[in-house]
C-alpha cells in the first residue's frame, strides 16, 4: 500500500471544482439563462448536485477497496460536505421562494407531502454528520462516529425516494440514481466465502 | 405570421403579459418531451401545420372533416388576454387570439345527446418523437368539456399569440384554452372534436385517477396529492401569490358548479 500524502493543492482544487455548479447556478440565474422560471432551475439544480455528490462520497469506500487507493477516503469528508452545502441551498431556494419563509406552510408541505418529508428528513439527518464531521469529533466519539455516520445510507435512500415520488410520468431519472445507489450499497456487502477464499489463496 | 384583424375583447385581464420568449420557450407538451425545454427544441421542425384538418363525430348533424380554414375563417379573431394557471403552481398571462369555442362548436349542430365534447391531440409519432416506442402515457392526448363548459363565452379555440400564428411548441395551429381550468385541460394541436353522452376519459385521468378528475378548475382549496394548490408562482416572479377560485374567473363560471361539492377532490 502506498503511504504518502496528498498533493496540497488537490484539497483547495476540489473544494474548487464542487462549488462550480453552485457558482454556475447563481450566475446563469443573475444573466438570465436559467430559463423562464429561475427559482424552479435553482431547487432542481441543487437538489440533483446534492444528491450527485451524496453518491460520490458513497462511492469513496469501494473505490478503495478495489484499488487500493487511500486518496479516496480523504476526500470524502470535503465531498461529504460539498453535498450537505447543496441540500442546504436546495431547502432555502424552498423556504425562501416558495414558503418566504413561512414556518406555518413549510409544516404544512412537510407533514403532507410524502416527497418533501423524505427530503426534509435526509436534511435533518445530514445535519449531525456534518456537525461531527469535524476530526475533534471524530476522536471524541470513537468507534461510534463510524456508526452514526452509517446513516449516509439511509439518507441517500431518503433523497433517492423524494425524487422519485416527485415525478409524474417518466421515472427513469430517479431510477438511475437509484440503481447507482443500490450498486454503491451492494459492493458494501460481506465478500461471498467462496469469493475470499479464492483472493486469500493468491 | 401577424393576423391581420384582430379584435380586443372585453373578457382580456388588464394583468402585464409574460414575454412571447417565456410563453414559448416553458412548456409542457409531452409529445415533444417530459422537459419543459423539449417542446421547443423540437416542435418547430417536426410539426407540420399545414394542410390541417380536424374531424367532428358522434352526437352531432354536421359530422365530417373541416380544414383549418374552414373551422376558423367564418370567425372573427380576437384577442383574449388569460391568466393561465398550471397545475404545476406556476402561472402566466397569455395574449391569446381565438375564437369563441361555442360559435364554433354550434356549426357542427350538436344534439340533445351531446352531453360533452371530447377533444384529441395530433397523433403521429413522426411528428411527436415521444408517441415513438414505450410511453408512459396512452396517445393520442384526450381531454374533455361538459358541453356548457365547452359553449361559454371564456372557452376559445386559439389560433394565436401576441397577433400572430401559434408557435408549435404551444399547440399549433389550433388548440383550447379554458382559462379557470388547470391547464392540462387545454388540449393542444387539436385534431378531433367528438360530441358524446357519456363522460370521455381524460389521459391525466386515466394515467393517474387518484392525482386526476375530469373537471381540473383551477381551486386553490383542494390540493394535489404531490403539493398544495393555494399558491403559484407568477413566471417572471421570484415569489409566489395566492391563487385565486376558478383562477380569477369565478364570477363568470361559478354558476356551472351550482350544487357540487368543490371543497373535496371528489369533484376536482
Given at each position: 500500500?502506498?503511504?504518502?500524502?496528498?498533493?496540497?493543492?488537490?484539497?483547495p482544487?476540489?473544494?474548487?471544482?464542487g462549488?462550480?455548479?453552485m457558482?454556475?447556478?447563481i450566475?446563469a440565474?443573475?444573466?438570465?439563462?436559467?430559463?423562464?422560471n429561475?427559482?424552479?432551475?435553482?431547487?432542481?439544480?441543487?437538489?440533483?448536485?446534492?444528491?450527485?455528490?451524496?453518491?460520490?462520497?458513497?462511492?469513496?469506500?469501494?473505490?478503495?477497496?478495489?484499488t487500493?487507493?487511500?486518496?479516496?477516503?480523504?476526500?470524502?469528508?470535503?465531498?461529504?460536505?460539498?453535498?450537505?452545502?447543496?441540500?442546504?441551498?436546495?431547502?432555502?431556494?424552498?423556504?425562501?421562494?416558495?414558503?418566504?419563509?413561512?414556518?406555518?406552510?413549510?409544516?404544512?408541505?412537510?407533514?403532507?407531502?410524502?416527497?418533501?418529508?423524505?427530503?426534509?428528513?435526509?436534511?435533518?439527518?445530514?445535519?449531525?454528520?456534518?456537525?461531527?464531521?469535524?476530526?475533534?469529533?471524530?476522536?471524541?466519539?470513537?468507534?461510534?462516529?463510524?456508526?452514526?455516520?452509517?446513516?449516509?445510507?439511509?439518507?441517500?435512500?431518503?433523497g433517492?425516494?423524494?425524487?422519485?415520488?416527485?415525478?409524474?410520468?417518466?421515472?427513469?431519472?430517479?431510477?438511475?440514481?437509484?440503481?447507482?445507489?443500490?450498486?454503491?450499497?451492494?459492493?458494501?456487502?460481506?465478500?461471498?466465502?467462496?469469493?475470499?477464499?479464492?483472493?486469500?489463496?493468491? | 405570421?401577424?393576423?391581420?384583424d384582430?379584435?380586443?375583447?372585453?373578457?382580456?385581464t388588464?394583468?402585464?403579459?409574460?414575454?412571447?420568449?417565456?410563453?414559448?420557450?416553458?412548456?409542457?407538451?409531452?409529445?415533444?418531451?417530459?422537459g419543459?425545454?423539449?417542446?421547443?427544441?423540437?416542435?418547430?421542425?417536426?410539426?407540420?401545420?399545414?394542410?390541417?384538418?380536424?374531424?367532428?363525430?358522434?352526437?352531432?348533424?354536421?359530422?365530417?372533416?373541416?380544414?383549418?380554414?374552414?373551422?376558423?375563417?367564418?370567425?372573427?379573431?380576437?384577442?383574449?388576454?388569460?391568466?393561465?394557471?398550471c397545475?404545476?403552481?406556476?402561472?402566466?398571462?397569455?395574449?391569446?387570439v381565438?375564437?369563441?369555442?361555442?360559435?364554433?362548436?354550434?356549426?357542427?349542430?350538436?344534439?340533445?345527446?351531446?352531453?360533452?365534447?371530447?377533444?384529441?391531440?395530433?397523433?403521429?409519432?413522426?411528428?411527436?418523437?415521444?408517441?415513438?416506442?414505450?410511453?408512459?402515457?396512452?396517445?393520442?392526448?384526450?381531454?374533455?368539456?361538459?358541453?356548457?363548459e365547452?359553449?361559454?363565452?371564456?372557452?376559445?379555440?386559439?389560433?394565436?399569440?401576441?397577433?400572430?400564428?401559434?408557435?408549435?411548441?404551444?399547440?399549433?395551429?389550433?388548440?383550447?384554452?379554458?382559462?379557470?381550468?388547470?391547464g392540462?385541460?387545454?388540449?393542444?394541436?387539436?385534431?378531433?372534436?367528438?360530441?358524446?353522452?357519456?363522460?370521455?376519459?381524460?389521459?391525466?385521468?386515466?394515467?393517474?385517477?387518484?392525482?386526476?378528475?375530469?373537471?381540473?378548475n383551477?381551486?386553490?382549496?383542494?390540493?394535489?396529492?404531490?403539493?398544495?394548490?393555494?399558491?403559484?408562482?407568477?413566471?417572471?416572479?421570484?415569489?409566489?401569490?395566492d391563487?385565486?377560485?376558478?383562477?380569477?374567473?369565478?364570477?363568470?363560471?361559478?354558476?356551472?358548479?351550482?350544487?357540487?361539492?368543490?371543497?373535496?377532490?371528489?369533484?376536482?
Open positions: 500500500m502506498h503511504v504518502h500524502g496528498l498533493h496540497p493543492l488537490v484539497k482544487a476540489l473544494l474548487l471544482l462549488l462550480l455548479p457558482a454556475w447556478m450566475v440565474v443573475f444573466a438570465g439563462q436559467a430559463g423562464a429561475p427559482v424552479e432551475y435553482l431547487t432542481h439544480e441543487s437538489g440533483q448536485w446534492g444528491l450527485r455528490l451524496m453518491l460520490v462520497t458513497l462511492a469513496m469506500t469501494p473505490l478503495r477497496r478495489m487500493g487507493w487511500t486518496f479516496p477516503i480523504r476526500l470524502r469528508r470535503m465531498i461529504g460536505l460539498l453535498a450537505f452545502s447543496y441540500v442546504v441551498l436546495h431547502f432555502l431556494v424552498f423556504a425562501l421562494f416558495d414558503h418566504m419563509l413561512n414556518p406555518a406552510t413549510i409544516a404544512d408541505d412537510v407533514i403532507n407531502r410524502p416527497y418533501i418529508l423524505m427530503g426534509f428528513l435526509a436534511l435533518l439527518l445530514l445535519i449531525p454528520l456534518a456537525v461531527t464531521s469535524t476530526n475533534a469529533w471524530m476522536r471524541r466519539l470513537g468507534r461510534r462516529w463510524k456508526q452514526l455516520h452509517k446513516l449516509v445510507y439511509l439518507i441517500a435512500v431518503l433517492v425516494l423524494h425524487f422519485l415520488l416527485l415525478v409524474r410520468a417518466d421515472p427513469w431519472e430517479p431510477l438511475i440514481y437509484g440503481a447507482i445507489l443500490a450498486v454503491l450499497l451492494l459492493l458494501r456487502l460481506p465478500t461471498p466465502a467462496f469469493l475470499r477464499n479464492r483472493a486469500t489463496a493468491s | 405570421r401577424p393576423f391581420p384582430v379584435a380586443p375583447s372585453e373578457f382580456s388588464s394583468a402585464e403579459p409574460n414575454s412571447l420568449e417565456d410563453i414559448s420557450s416553458y412548456n409542457n407538451f409531452y409529445e415533444y418531451g417530459m419543459k425545454d423539449d417542446p421547443k427544441r423540437l416542435a418547430p421542425g417536426l410539426l407540420r401545420v399545414e394542410p390541417w384538418s380536424v374531424e367532428v363525430d358522434g352526437e352531432c348533424e354536421n359530422p365530417g372533416t373541416y380544414t383549418y380554414e374552414d373551422l376558423v375563417r367564418p370567425h372573427q379573431l380576437e384577442e383574449r388576454i388569460y391568466r393561465f394557471r397545475v404545476e403552481a406556476w402561472s402566466m398571462v397569455i395574449p391569446w381565438g375564437i369563441p369555442m361555442a360559435d364554433v362548436l354550434k356549426r357542427f349542430q350538436p344534439t340533445s345527446r351531446a352531453k360533452y365534447v371530447e377533444l384529441r391531440t395530433l397523433q403521429d409519432p413522426e411528428q411527436m418523437p415521444a408517441q415513438r416506442g414505450s410511453s408512459s402515457i396512452p396517445w393520442p392526448y384526450v381531454e374533455g368539456l361538459r358541453i356548457d365547452a359553449m361559454h363565452p371564456l372557452s376559445i379555440f386559439a389560433v394565436g399569440i401576441y397577433g400572430r400564428e401559434l408557435p408549435a411548441q404551444n399547440g399549433a395551429p389550433i388548440r383550447l384554452v379554458v382559462p379557470w381550468k388547470y392540462f385541460k387545454c388540449g393542444k394541436s387539436l385534431v378531433k372534436i367528438r360530441f358524446t353522452e357519456e363522460q370521455p376519459k381524460n389521459t391525466w385521468q386515466v394515467i393517474a385517477p387518484n392525482e386526476y378528475g375530469f373537471y381540473a383551477v381551486n386553490p382549496n383542494v390540493s394535489h396529492p404531490r403539493w398544495s394548490q393555494a399558491r403559484e408562482r407568477r413566471i417572471g416572479r421570484f415569489f409566489r401569490q391563487t385565486l377560485m376558478f383562477n380569477g374567473y369565478e364570477e363568470e363560471v361559478a354558476d356551472l358548479y351550482a350544487g357540487m361539492d368543490l371543497s373535496t377532490r371528489q369533484n376536482w
